[in-house]
């Protein structure tokens, strides 16, 4: 593993709600990375193809059987990504064939014979050989977010070896999760991967402390979202039409070092790609001070365990 690793936040916007457009997009994005010297590059929750935003922003479509809410579902359904599917395997040749670690953040449809229709929000690690190396599926959806994804299981829930360090990943809410952070934490995490719809402050001080606990580096991702991309199956809030190009979501990516301070501030209202070069060597630095898989864990008083059976 390389003491020095170039990484790549890209805050970008989606084209909402069409996976083929998107993962062109992503094609292209990544090539400009990799052209930067990126090392590592990852885009925000659910990238593939669009967060629902819509959820937080007009609460009247969560709700029982609301037809266009259930059309905008089934649109969602048939645009989502399957593990071994061709819009995933075309992502796999482009980190192969640019050299770089890859950490997309999905909306997933499950193929399988067993008529498993969930969607799944997960991260998946692609290395730079272009192989899958790991696959996380968020624990628990948030709120109104449950009316979308299905919970995940603890399959994933780890950091990975990869060409670029040991790579893991938490998508939003679970970084308020304890016993998540701990999984984390103890495998070994040298490069965190936080993903959000957007980075707002709450989810920059979620982000820092994770740093801070976990003596890790950490990439905090947003998307952009304007309202223009407010889907066509709902009507637009009366308060955004007069202003199609505000942010439902914007950006806040950010990188943070293992002592909680920042490397890169956030950056809010643009699409870009934020790049920094991580010296690991500041994780054993700060472990000096605190170490929550070492002299802090006590494990003579406390036990831990996780359950990584995958469940479908």
């Known amino acids: 593993m390389a003491d020095n690793v170039r990484v790549a936040l890209i805050q970008a916007r989606p084209v909402y709600y069409d996976l083929n457009e998107t993962v062109s997009l992503a094609c292209s994005l990544l090539s400009e990375a990799a052209g930067q010297g990126a090392q590592l590059a990852s885009f925000g929750e659910t990238f593939f193809p669009g967060y629902p935003a819509w959820l937080d922003y007009a609460l009247d479509y969560a709700r029982w059987d609301h037809p266009p809410t259930k059309q ?9 990504m399957t593990i071994d599917g061709p819009e995933m395997r075309k992502l796999q040749e482009a980190a192969r064939d640019n050299e770089v670690v890859l950490v997309l953040g999905i909306n997933e449809r499950v193929s399988c014979g067993r008529g498993n229709r969930s969607l799944y929000n997960s991260i998946v690690t692609i290395d730079a050989d272009g192989s899958i190396v790991n696959h996380h599926r968020k624990l628990s959806p948030t709120y109104t977010e449950q009316l979308v994804w299905a919970p995940g299981d603890g399959a994933g829930l780890r950091a990975v070896a990869t060409a670029a360090g040991r790579v893991g990943g938490l998508i939003c809410w679970e970084h308020w999760m304890p016993h998540a952070r701990q999984a984390m934490h103890i495998s070994n995490e040298a490069i965190h991967i936080a993903l959000w719809p957007a980075v707002k402050e709450s989810h920059q001080i979620a982000s820092r402390h994770y740093a801070f606990e976990g003596r890790t ?96």
């Open 72 to 80: 905008l579902y089934a649109r969602l359904v048939a645009n989502s």
């Open 217 to 312: 580096f950490v990439l905090a991702i947003g998307n952009i979202m304007p309202a223009s991309d407010f889907p066509a199956e709902l009507d637009l809030p009366e308060r955004l039409r007069a202003q199609p190009e505000s942010l439902l979501l914007n950006g806040g990516s950010a990188v943070i070092a293992p002592d909680g301070n920042y490397l890169i501030k956030p950056v809010y209202g643009e699409e870009t790609i934020l790049y920094a070069d991580l010296d690991l060597n500041r994780i054993a630095e700060e472990q000096m001070t605190l170490d929550v898989t070492g002299g802090y864990a006590r494990d003579d008083i406390f036990t831990f365990e996780v359950n990584r059976r995958r469940l479908e």
